[in-house]
């Protein structure tokens, strides 16, 4: 290999490189939700092949074909919703609202009514809910100590170490392997089971319930288009790319309806993801797409070995994946608040995080939907300009007006 090629390589390895550690981390979350639904190996290992293979496949796909770097994931703000859903919802509940939402942005996404949705509903409202739905992860790291104190304590302090010693590595990394090796040390680790190289697939059969699609499929799709599409292709665009807009969108919907029956899952962009890959850091502009064949290969691999990777929940103790999960969720609580509290919505926001926290429940529907609802209404109302300012931002421009013109048929400008 020349010079010339090696270093055409070694950014686009670099850069990848978070994004290989990242969803190895996250999948704590993943566990400690199925082991709180009670899923089945089989069912919980079908989630991972969802959530992490087929998204890599799609990544793969676009990138090649496009020679863009389309880095496609099962989005960790989604994730993080429907982790929270669990103490509300069946596991058929959820399924039927990943459904749901894909088929509702495969729709507007056919109706090109994509980025007119995103204008009505504030991405900071959606923060400030994101964030009380996450508080709980958070708060049970301690509350974990209570049952296994020096695994959790050993992995609160790498955890720090982490943080204070390099940006590149996710701090969730050395936590996890700290937590592992006082678990093991002390014999609270179990031995693991027998598993297929190849997962079986199975089925969940979702259930619709009014309660589960008003409180779920709102958020999902304000998460999946405005929170993470819709910047993303922006910031593309930004470093000189032409993405596929609708191709995209599309695949959002079809993709996240259909694999959402193995496992609930949110494909989409992710704007920390895109930065990464199509960002400078990533090398020279023409090869920054080979970021994503090195991330998006390695995660491939792990959502194949979806059945060794389930057995991590019965190898782990749930308190201690609990705390790793609240530790995997640090960072998106610091940047939820801090998209909240920087404006210039603020009032709509903390009552949306207030109202997530809370056990409200009114008409038969959950905190999450009432969250999205009063937050919405009270920026609406009481941050009418900072309200107008963002819906303005992202709302798709007019059609200009020519003095003169007639249009045809219509009695208010015929003469």
Known sequence: MNPQTRQSWLAPLAAALPMIILPIAVLTIMLATAQRLQLSQTQTANWILAAYALPCVVSLILSYRYRQPLLMTGNVFALLFVASLGDRLTYGEIIGVAIVAGACILVLSALGLTVRLAAWIPAPVVMGLLAGAVMPYVAGIFTAMNDTPWPVGGALVAYFWGRRASARVPPILPAAAAAIA??????DLRPVGTFSWVPKLAITAPLFTVEG???GVPVLV?????QSNVPSLIFLRSQGYDPPERVITTL???VTAAASLLGPIALSLSLPATSLVAGPDAGERAFR???V??????????????E???????VLPLPLLLALAGLATVGVLMGALQQVMRGPLVLGPVFAFAIALSDISLLGL???FWALAIGTGVSFWLEREGWQALHDRVAPPREPVVAGAEVAGDPATAK
């Not at 064949?293 to 979806?306: C, E, K, N, T, W």
């Open 289 to 291: 797409y080979r970021a």
């Open 293 to 306: 064949y090195i991330s998006a290969g390695v995660v491939l691999v792990l959502g194949l070995l979806a």
């Open 213 to 215: 699609l008003v409180t």
């Open 182 to 187: 006082i678990a093991a040390a002390l014999g």
């Open 222 to 226: 304000v998460i999946m288009t405005l």
């Open 308 to 314: 060794l990777a389930a057995q991590l929940t019965r």
């Open 366 to 368: 959950g905190p999450f």
């Open 252 to 254: 959002s919907g079809v």
